[in-house]
């Protein structure tokens, strides 16, 4: 996953170095401004200043690297304020020996200094404290968006493996018995085999395939089931992708028509299927509808409902709020029952 700006090394110290420019100069420029710049004592104050101010930039940075993971994050509280406090007398102590050595003139009283530097001192540890935990927050959102893609990805993976085997066997067993014929038809379904069986290998591991793509797959597998079932099934299907630049997720189709077949011929006296896809503006329009027999709708809801969840589940993934699906039970004048599944999906 690629990084935010922010969060890549060279535009954090960048940031940090132009941070440290503004403060060190603030006294220059008030220097500048309100100081006497060929005042000794001035001078010496100015320095002082800027000495001291890379006190509190390590102060600043030994808090956040160093003392935080080491006592904070393992709650080690206790040992965090002796050491905070500590720290704080020996700055107070070396800003003691630069106040001697860079104003003579003026004599340093301990308590004085501590009371004086108490401020900035605070003001670096808390501000390095705020500035870890919100580092650590930065860091701790971006492993869990990082975990989530991943379980997302192993989700679609697994959803997009949920293709019935049972096809492919009766694929092969129908191979088998052309070969026993010596047909002429065995190597074009030979070859469609392949192309399907490529397709689920290699293809689905992409985040998108062209429409194009997904539709000549789907048009494989629908020819394959018409030739295994023959004049049993009547199947009347129209795939028109003009959009051929457009994608999709792949394997997304195919469970809808898998459903009709798997459910549409069993029990029935007169199976039917029909299968519309075309797209416009943008947008695709896929219809599948199949007849069923009303004796045997439990089983079918039973049987067909871990593939329709696990479709609903990708959409909800990967088109949120950019498709609308409708299941739909028509019983007709002639007593004929279909079921129907409709799909409208915003293409990218």
Request: hydrophobic letters at 45%; proline letters at 3%; a positive charge.
């Amino acid at each position: 996953m690629p990084k935010a700006w922010y969060q890549l090394k060279w535009v954090q110290v960048c940031f940090h170095f132009i941070f440290w420019i503004i403060i060190f100069s603030l006294p220059y420029l008030l220097r500048q401004v309100y100081g006497k710049n060929n005042d000794p004592e001035n001078n010496g104050f100015f320095y002082l200043g800027n000495l001291t101010g890379l006190l509190w930039t390590g102060t600043f940075y030994l808090n956040a690297y160093l003392l935080f993971p080491l006592l904070i994050q393992r709650k080690k509280y206790a040992w965090y304020g002796i050491i905070v406090l500590a720290l704080y007398m020996f700055i107070i102590w070396v800003h003691g020996i630069l106040f001697v050595h860079l104003v003579p003139n003026h004599q340093f009283y301990f308590l004085l200094g501590a009371a004086f530097n108490a401020p900035a001192y605070f003001l670096a540890i808390a501000s390095s404290t705020i500035f870890q935990l919100i580092r650590e927050k930065i860091e701790s959102n971006k492993r869990e968006q990082e975990k989530n893609e991943e379980n997302l990805k192993t989700e679609l993976s697994f959803l997009r493996s949920q293709i019935s085997p049972h096809f492919i066997f009766n694929v092969l067993n129908n191979i088998v018995a052309l070969a026993r014929l010596k047909s002429d038809q065995l190597e074009p379904t030979v070859i469609k085999l392949s192309s399907l069986m490529q397709y689920m290998l290699y293809e689905t591991n992409e985040e998108r395939v062209l429409l194009k793509t997904e539709t000549e797959y789907l048009k494989s597998y629908i020819d394959l089931q018409q030739q295994r079932f023959g004049n049993k099934v009547t199947i009347h299907a129209q795939i028109n992708a003009a959009d051929s630049f457009h994608e999709i997720e792949p394997m997304l189709l195919i469970p809808f028509v898998e459903n009709a077949f798997k459910h549409g011929v069993v029990f029935m006296d007169n199976p039917e299927i029909n299968i519309q896809l075309t797209t416009k503006d943008n947008r695709l329009y896929f219809t599948v509808r199949n007849k069923f027999n009303p004796r045997q709708q439990e089983v079918k809801d039973k049987a067909s409902g871990i593939g329709l969840a696990n479709v609903k589940r990708r959409l909800n993934l990967l088109y949120k709020d950019q498709h609308t699906i409708r299941i739909n039970t028509i019983q007709e004048l002639n007593n004929e029952y279909w079921f129907e599944v409709s799909l409208q999906l915003n293409l990218h």
